[in-house]
């Protein structure tokens, strides 16, 4: 058994320093739980002369090779993140034979099979529970807990950013650009925000989450990916009143014609255990075929509930390294499934148009809808301040996205139809 | 590489069926997942003569000794239930250097540490995640991923006959024998439901979680108990009112007097996580110093959603085996902290009194509590269809379980109380 487990952080910024802290303030239990010390030995830092508050006595280095090549270095932890050198950093240190920890859901989104393949090469380990859902279990439920089930759905508040603006655009009525600013006084979302609300960062999390749970590697070009940015007020009013939230997912379906992936936003019953995951708090919905339903809910990024799962990752590395063994599931790709076309995906739709407040408009909309054989669940009209017109909203049963497309396109010919202000899906859960 | 793991079960009921089940309905992915195939090889019924779907072309027997003495076998897996002999049987399985899988908390909460210690004399494992929460990762999720934490609370509804119940009553304002007839009558509760509605059930796994969770062994005379057959319709209408849901809940916190672990029914904020787990879902909730809050939900019981929890542990014991390794986490337990008494636990209180509806009453009641130094948060006085009566409620700051008992004392001994109605607790969450 090593007295030491010693490890080289890539990286000091907010994420690092949490791993740093953990590291530091529950060292007792941390110690007898893997029945070893464990010290962060030096650290990546652009500038290694910077005070760095949390970091006082650990050797800093701007060049990775001291890292690399340090002898006594058992564990490298990448915290680092976007792509490059990232990727090249976590390559060369499991070509070295170095337990590998990482939260950056960038690299392992894109090049997941690379690493992988690179750690069983080299019969070594790489951990990435931190990459989705900061410090939720999610990686490890359902590579090692939910391993007994075929999983069909997977769906997901994965964005703290966008959660945290729905939930105060649904409490306050705020408009988008009100809770946008409000996020980033507070630190929640960032000065250019559009990964998070251009629905990138939860694609990411898309990616990673249904390749594990359909055991078939997913792309990021699969991913059909739509943001909150033309969410209203009114849309979330009258999401309200129909009995719904609205709230960005990132959902993976296995359907029979392959994996459907997709993150935007959904009206979602208040009765899903999903509509309760308010502010910067994230959760994942899993359906398998044995469990049934089951939810892992927490807060989704933040300084030490993400080191929470970069501790609990460089454990396990440190407990299999005084082993001598190999515990982890490695790529669990075994299957080559086919990605479902967006075409032949299918949902419920809600629709808000602006048209002229006029006798027989609705029965039009209606018919059009029939015609391209929209089948509609409930309609509301609701006359509007600007004069001679008024609002219907349609909600959809389940209808494939082609058949959407096209009633849409008769919709939007229609002379009293001025304008087609918005189409949300709307996720009823596995009975449609 | 071993070709094939032979698993011998214990017990053919609702749990052995369902693990029957999962291992042939997902028979291709386990195979795939494990990296070698998984057959039930032999079962143990008390009658061997009887037909059993689901148990086709496996062989029976009513002799454990032709399980444990069959050096095919690799796997014991015990979803017999009760105490003896499933102990004995665990013992001896493990003696003879067999993995073991089980469900039972009964034996896990009462003997735990003789299974883990016999496991690691005889260096093999025990596993045992469907013993709390049916399918829901817990025990996994608690003792790796959540394991750099220090664990300060952990809340559960963790017994789905009573939430199934509470659910009920507050949707149709039913009342408790009612609801109990229903939930017999529809498979939720046993003919004799004490151990449910009483709390033992709960109390069970309140003490696997707690010595998880504080790394220190609870025993079940540790757990203070109280049932939900006191809870009425009047108490659920007022919780609604005063903004809370009624639920039963398994607590453990981790406080300077030494772990305060208790089962009774609680008022908890509609808006907190497990006021929204309904019917017979089960949800735990935990409280770290590094993640924050977090919460595991789904089933709590039932055949299939048990059985993806016993079939992945059957599934790591299956790969552990083939890797001639021991990857399990075996007893945490390495602190020995006090049981915090009863009387030095503290709690809000709910308290609903019968009293002579005369000018008075009420500022003798609170000068009752404020004379015994329990702090008042909000009072309601309400007219009763009783000639002359008026029901007071009344819920308190946090205080000392002491404090409180005496407060009551001199209330009950008010010439103006008639009836002391109900007590319950009241869980605000850490800000108490």
């Known amino acids: 058994m090593k007295k030491m487990i010693r490890i080289g952080l890539l990286g000091a910024g907010t994420v690092g320093t949490g791993t740093a802290r953990v590291l530091n303030l529950n060292q007792h239990e941390i110690a007898e739980r893997v029945g070893t010390s464990i010290e962060v030995s030096k650290v990546l830092v652009r500038n290694p002369d910077k005070e760095r508050p949390g970091f006082e006595g650990i050797a800093k280095t701007s060049r990775f090779e001291n890292i690399l ?55 070594t380990e790489i951990f990435f529970e931190a990459s989705v859902g900061g410090g939720i279990p999610i990686i490890t439920p359902l590579k090692e807990c939910l391993t007994a089930n075929h999983i069909t759905q997977i769906m997901g508040i994965v ?6 603006m729905l939930t105060k655009m649904s409490e306050c009525g705020n408009d988008y650009d009100t809770v946008l600013r409000e996020a980033q006084q507070k630190g929640y979302a960032e000065a250019d925000p559009t990964a998070d609300v251009g629905g990138l960062d939860a694609a990411r999390k898309a990616v990673i989450l249904s390749s594990i749970a359909f055991n078939s590697r997913v792309q990021l ?47 979602l019953p208040q009765s899903h255990p999903l509509a309760a995951v308010n502010g910067v708090y994230n959760a994942i919905f899993v359906h398998g075929n044995a469990i049934g339903d089951a939810m892992f809910y927490g807060q989704g990024a933040g300084s030490l509930p993400t080191a929470s799962a970069v501790v609990a990752d460089i454990m396990r590395a440190a407990h299999d390294i005084c082993q ?9 790709c075994y299957e080559q ?11 419920c739709y809600y629709v808000r148009l602006l048209v002229d407040d006029e006798p027989g408009v609705l029965a039009a909309i209606a018919t059009a809808f029939g015609e391209a054989g929209v089948s509609l669940k409930s309609v509301i009209q609701t006359r509007q301040n600007v ?7 349609a909600i959809t049963h389940k209808v494939l996205h082609e058949k959407m497309q096209q009633a849409m396109k008769t919709i939007r010919g229609l002379k009293v139809v001025d304008e087609v202000r918005n189409i949300i899906r709307v996720e009823n859960g596995e009975d449609d």
Chains 1, 2 share one sequence.
Do not use: W
Request: charged share 25%; aromatic share 6%; glycine share 8%.
């Open 159 to 164: 964005n703290g950013t966008t959660n945290y």
């Open 324 to 332: 001598d063994q190999l515990s982890s599931v490695g790529c669990t």
């Open 387 to 393: 004069v001679d017109h008024a609002e219907i909203v």
């Open 221 to 267: 070009e699969d991913v059909s990916v739509e943001g909150i940015t033309n969410i209203t007020p009114d849309d979330i009013a009258y999401a309200k009143d129909l009995g719904y939230v609205v709230k960005l997912l990132a959902v993976g379906k296995d359907t029979e014609d392959g994996i459907d992936v997709r993150v935007h936003p959904v009206f």
């Open 69 to 123: 090549g340090d002898p006594e270095i058992d564990i490298i932890v990448e915290l680092m993140g976007g792509l490059h050198p990232a990727k090249e950093y976590m390559l060369q240190a499991l070509a070295a034979g170095k337990r590998v920890v990482t939260a950056n859901k960038d690299v392992i989104a894109q090049f997941g099979h690379e690493l992988f393949a690179m750690a069983a090469e080299h019969e």
């Open 337 to 347: 499934k086919p990605i479902c076309p967006l075409e032949k995906t299918s949902s």
